[in-house]
């Protein structure tokens, strides 16, 4: 998959939630690409091709910064996602997943104080503006 590709795949996704992200926002903001074989920083060609098949694009809003974090396995890809610097980080806005050049979605679920499990939302994550790691025994689920 080619940097191109990854930008107009999010862009077809017509706007990312809690906020709007397009794939253009990702390469404007894109600050580094790291992966096993080691890291990248800009300048970044349009035609770069991006290590590995499994990728993830961490946005972070309030800087703005992108990243493209590459990985070998799906079992890396999941621990990276539900890590307290994946998505349920309150600083991490967008968490997009691309499985073999495809977006994926995924949902997260966690147990909440009253021991029942739900499902994270970044939105109300945002709205309530609560930086605390409340979001025990995480676990991912594909889409």
Not at 31 to 50: K, N, Q, V, Y
Request: with cysteine; aromatic share 8%.
């Amino acid at each position: 998959m080619r940097l191109r590709e990854l930008r107009d795949a999010i862009d077809a996704l017509g706007g990312v939630e809690p906020w709007s992200l397009t794939g253009e926002d990702v390469i404007r903001t894109l600050a580094l690409i790291r992966s096993s074989e080691g890291e990248l920083t800009p300048p970044f060609a349009d035609d770069l091709e991006l290590p590995l098949p499994l990728l993830l694009v961490e946005h972070v809003a309030h800087v703005p910064e992108s990243i493209i974090l590459g990985f070998a396995t799906l079992a890396e890809m999941e621990g990276q996602i539900l890590s307290g610097a994946g998505f349920t980080n309150p600083f991490t806005t967008h968490c997009i997943a691309f499985l073999h050049g495809a977006v994926r979605d995924f949902r997260i679920f966690h147990r909440s104080q009253t021991g029942t499990e739900r499902q994270f939302s970044k939105a109300e994550q945002l709205e309530t503006n609560d930086l605390s790691d409340r979001y025990s025994d995480r676990r991912l689920e594909w889409a």
